[in-house]
Nanobody, 124 residues
Framework: QVQLVESGGGLVQAGGSLRLSCAAS????????MGWFRQAPGKEREFVAA????????DYADSVKGRFTISRDNAKNTVDLQMNSLKPEDTAVYYC?????????????????WGKGTLVTVSS
């Protein structure tokens, strides 16, 4: 049974930091490109960050570049998102996603597995 379980969400003040974690099980984690997406209230879900199976290549949405860092641990089957300098506009439900792909690239249309999400609220 495939599972992606996010943790680490919560309430933080603007300028603060949070670290999200996603624990994967039920599939060969090292064969997947992993990503994070988010959905703000009243908006469509959007891409945030992705990491290649090796962990050596990453990609970010322009809105989070320089503030967020994605990383993975293939020994522990986890992928993390370190979020610094948080802004109120970062408030959203954050979803972990997995795509069976050895390259770097993930979008809503090619995600194979989704987590249920974790809420991040940034107060001004």
């Amino acid at each position: 049974q495939v599972q992606l379980v996010e943790s680490g969400g919560g309430l933080v003040q603007a300028g603060g930091s949070l670290r999200l974690s996603c624990a994967a099980s039920g599939f060969t984690f090292s064969g997947y490109c992993m990503g994070w997406f988010r959905q703000a209230p009243g908006k469509e879900r959007e891409f945030v960050a992705a990491v290649r199976w090796s962990g050596k290549s990453t990609d970010y949405a322009d809105s989070v570049k320089g503030r967020f860092t994605i990383s993975r641990d293939n020994a522990k089957n986890t992928v993390d998102l370190q979020m610094n300098s948080l802004k109120p506009e970062d408030t959203a439900v954050y979803y972990c996603a997995a795509r069976a792909y050895y390259g770097l690239g993930i979008s809503e249309s090619n995600v194979d597995h989704w987590g249920k999400g974790t809420l991040v609220t940034v107060s001004s």
